[in-house]
């Protein structure tokens, strides 16, 4: 990789990290303040704010990361170092109250399955449009599962209302960006997102299962 490429990459991320910290640390703790204000339960807040950062961070930026980047390696970098800084809490005990719990660390899962198949499928496919594909599965397709619902049951929960809600999420973002490859694949995350074993949760699963099947049909 040309190291004019990569420092040119990492300067353009810089600002993007700063934008993430600003939403997770700032925005979403404001949001989670107003919300327990206005009586909402601190589970159901809680769980709002996971998925307003995954649309703001994680969508947002994998939708401009083709435009900004010239190569997958920078925000893969700076993915996993957003993992280890979600990491972190968990580790010394210390959660950040607004959006994360003690009995899962899914949002580490997140960046890493994020940063981990645009890294895949942009040096397979050699088409970053095609690379974020997943990214925005679990972004969008995920966050939207979620807020459904989050707003019907107050807890965090399976149900099929979730994920008639991300197909209608997932599957045009599949067929804009891949055609019908990305169709199958987001049909199959669709499926996938109602599993969990264990500490693989829907990001992990949604993310590489359509990451597998862009492999298996797409080609570059």
Known sequence: MNLNIALRDVLIAIP??????????VVTKHLYRVMIEKGIPRNVAIYYNRKIIHITTGGVVALILPVLFKEPFTPFAFALTLGFI??????????????????????????????????????ALGNPWKAIIPALFISFGDAVTGVVRNAMFGRRTKHWLGNIAMAFIVIPIGYLLAGIPGVVAGSIATVIERLEFGFIDDNILIAFSATATLLLLQTP
């Open 86 to 123: 979600t990491l972190y809490p968990h580790i010394s005990n210390k959660e950040l109250e607004w959006f994360q719990v003690k009995d899962n660390a899914y949002e580490v899962n997140f960046c890493i399955a994020w940063g981990t198949t645009i890294l895949i499928l942009w040096l």
């Open 16 to 25: 993007l990290f700063i934008y993430v910290l600003i939403i997770v640390s």
